[in-house]
């Protein structure tokens, strides 16, 4: 998964699941300066923390 992540062109980051672990990757992309793009799906204001995406 890191070397997916740190030599990739490109990090796609779907958020709709709530899934830990995809939080996770996507702060050790951000962290390492990859391109991201970051996907939720429409509707989703809150997840299961409180956190809000708008």
């Known amino acids: 998964m890191f070397k997916s ?3 990739g062109d490109l990090c796609v ?3 709709t699941g709530y899934n830990p672990n995809v939080f996770y990757e996507l702060a050790i992309a951000q962290a390492a300066a990859c391109p991201t793009i970051i996907l ?3 509707g989703v204001q809150r997840d299961s923390w409180g956190l809000l995406f708008e």
Do not use: F, Q, R, S
């Open 5 to 7: 992540i740190l030599h």
């Open 40 to 42: 939720i799906e429409k």
């Open 13 to 15: 980051a779907v958020l």
